[in-house]
């Protein structure tokens, strides 16, 4: 998988981008991922790449110009499944789509930034609006390491033991089950008899049973779907 986001504050990425499973995955050369500066392609001689909307309000916009000659200058070197604008008017990331995304082999990720980019970028270069939640940031910078988190622990090899991602939360729309490790009793509290009773299949049956409960008492609407 490869990942170009597009950004004008590359700097924070910095440490994101570089620590934990995303560095391990570019170490194994599972994934590659590439930050670029949107002021790179801005032909403004002071490198600007927002401006005051038409119409007024409040509020700078990122312009059209710089992110087309970004994504033209990506997409003469390989071809992209996707481009997806990162922001709060997009559909809801949940598992479902992230588990689509991580077949996907090259993507762009845009991050937007003061009051958003230019309509004409959405209506003619994103291919895909996605949102983290129902609640503003001050660019999409997060939301595109939230994103990238998600699809990369997903791709084949990423993770020591890939069962695990298959049995994370919302994975067939429930939640994960309660998990224990060592003791086995710390200050008179237990961990439950099955766990211990190493009856494979009687403790997937628990962990099912646990899953759904869960699910009915903290996401119901998660059953209805």
């Known amino acids: 998988m ?10 924070l990425f910095d440490g994101p981008m570089n620590q934990s499973i995303v560095r391990r995955s570019m170490d194994k050369g599972l994934v590659e991922i590439e930050i670029h500066n949107i002021r790179d392609y801005s032909n403004h001689k002071q490198k600007s790449v927002d401006d005051y909307a038409f119409g007024g309000g409040a509020g700078m916009v990122l312009t059209i110009e710089p992110i087309d000659n970004c994504i033209t200058a990506l997409r003469k070197k390989r071809n992209y499944d996707e481009v997806i604008y ?20 090259n993507m762009i990720l845009l991050c937007g930034h003061y009051k958003g980019v230019d309509q004409r970028v959405r209506d003619h270069l994103v291919t895909r609006e996605i949102s983290i939640g129902d609640y503003v940031l001050s660019g999409g910078e997060l939301a595109a390491m939230v994103l990238a988190d998600a699809l990369i622990r997903l791709v084949p090899g990423v993770l020591n033991d890939e069962s695990s991602a298959l049995t994370d939360s919302f994975q067939d729309n429930l939640l994960a089950p309660p ?16 766990l211990l009773s190493g009856h494979e299949a009687r403790i997937e049956a628990w962990r099912h049973d646990q899953s759904v409960e869960l699910t009915k008492k903290k996401r119901p609407d998660l059953l209805d779907e």
Do not use: H
Not at 90 to 104: E, R, Y
């Open 179 to 194: 998990v224990y490790s060592r003791p086995a009793e710390y200050k008179g509290w237990k961990v439950p008899d099955i």
């Open 86 to 105: 990162l922001t709060p008017d997009g559909k809801t990331l949940n598992q479902g789509i992230a588990n689509g995304l991580s077949l996907k082999q």
């Open 2 to 11: 490869r990942l170009d986001i597009l950004t004008c504050l590359p700097e």
